[in-house]
């Protein structure tokens, strides 16, 4: 098989993978049917998102190792069985309980695992190609949003839940069996180009890590909390109805623009200065919030779902500059540990802040102290071309 048919059949498998994984992002299409089906309050039901992002953390964090034992073949297996069972566990048997199992645990750790399986794939290319690829394979995670979101909101809303996750089960399932098949000869069932796992707790105590570690967090911190409350932060602003239903595509269509369009400027530039234009654009986001309604909330949306979704395309580059390419996985499942810290931090804060003041003021104040922390942080980082690779 030639060299650019084995670059492509990579290349597919990756984003393939990640349209299956990306139905992570879509849970609040299924809020409202799920509290009429199950007569649960939407403080319950808040609880199986919760549970499915932890469950991803989890998996990113573990499936660097776990690769490296199964190879690629048997580890795409698990990966979109545990995905795809999730959602056949709520179709089979239904319930909250039905649902906090298969959605937020056997899902979340499906989905954790084929996001760690499409970067493990696109990571293989040739370093000339890795990060435009990278991009790609990163913007395919918003592609089941954006087609769910937009084509099928209404059947989805109108349709019992347990048909709806036995037909994304099914889907997820196709998928699974064409990324399996395009292993088959074609891709390496070793575990990528790096050597032995280091130990869990290895780097947690290194500076560079540390700071990249809290650069990513500030990121994550303003990005979830625009996913969790952007209507609501739209509505605060006194938005009208119509303006306030347009801000998380917005956020959706600067998810995607990021994802793509960051691989090839960090290629072009260098991902030390992608993370500090990214938490400059993430600030301005920020204080177009705290602006009365305008057509300007949809360019703070957009802007902080530019850097959300370009975030996944620039830290494996960046990681590659700072620590080398061999351990992009391995660093990469760690600082998912940031994402998932802005998840269980974001949201349930920033609910909580509502609650208390009747605003997001003091919620995206917190937002813009973070991401002034993240540009000084990323400032002391090295450049690349100063950096040794590895250690």
């Not at 959602?87 to 056997?106: D, I």
Request: hydrophobic share 60%.
């Amino acid at each position: 098989m030639s060299s650019a048919s084995h670059q492509l059949r990579l290349l597919v498998a990756a984003c393939l993978t990640n349209v299956a994984m990306g139905i992570l992002y879509v849970w609040s299409l299924f809020l409202l049917p799920m509290e009429s089906a199950l007569a649960q309050p939407r403080s319950v039901l808040s609880l199986v998102p919760t549970l499915a992002l932890v469950s991803f953390t989890l998996a990113m964090f573990l499936y660097d190792r776990i690769l490296r034992r199964l190879g690629f073949r048997a580890f795409a297996m698990l990966a979109f069985g545990l995905a795809a069972g999730g959602h056949l566990v709520f179709a089979v048997f239904g319930g909250l309980a039905g649902l906090l199992l298969g959605y937020g645990l056997v899902f979340g750790l499906g989905a954790g695992f084929g996001y760690g399986l499409a970067l493990a794939l696109v990571i293989q290319l040739p370093e000339s190609r890795r990060s435009l690829a990278i991009g790609l394979v990163m913007a395919a995670f918003a592609v089941s949003g954006i087609t769910l979101s937009s084509l099928l909101a209404e059947p989805i809303r109108v349709t019992p839940p347990g048909r709806s996750f036995l037909l994304i089960g099914a889907a997820i399932l196709a998928i699974g069996v064409a990324v399996v098949a395009l292993m088959q000869g074609g891709i390496r069932t070793a575990a990528g180009p790096s050597a032995a796992a280091s130990p869990l707790r290895r780097d947690f105590t290194e500076a560079r890590f540390l700071t990249i570690f809290l650069v990513f967090f500030s990121i994550c911190f303003s990005g979830l909390l625009v996913v969790s409350h952007s209507t609501g932060m739209a509505a605060a602003q006194g938005a009208d109805a119509r303006l306030t239903g347009l801000t998380p595509g917005a956020f959706t269509l600067g998810y995607v623009l990021g994802s793509f369009l960051a691989g090839k400027l960090v290629e072009m530039l260098s991902g030390r200065t992608m993370l500090l234009a990214f938490n400059l654009l993430s600030a301005t986001g920020l204080a177009l919030f705290l602006l009365p309604a305008s057509p300007l909330l949809l360019v703070a949306a957009m802007a902080i779902g530019i850097v959300f979704g370009g975030s996944a395309s620039l830290m494996p580059v960046l990681i590659g500059e700072q620590f080398g390419a061999a351990r992009i996985g391995e660093i990469y499942g760690k600082l998912m540990l940031a994402y998932g810290a802005g998840g269980l931090i974001a949201p349930a804060l920033s609910g909580a802040i509502f609650s208390a003041t009747g605003g997001y003021g003091w919620s995206l104040a917190l937002a813009l102290a973070l991401c002034a922390a993240g540009l000084v942080l990323g400032l002391t980082l090295r450049r690349p071309g100063v950096v040794a690779v590895g250690r």
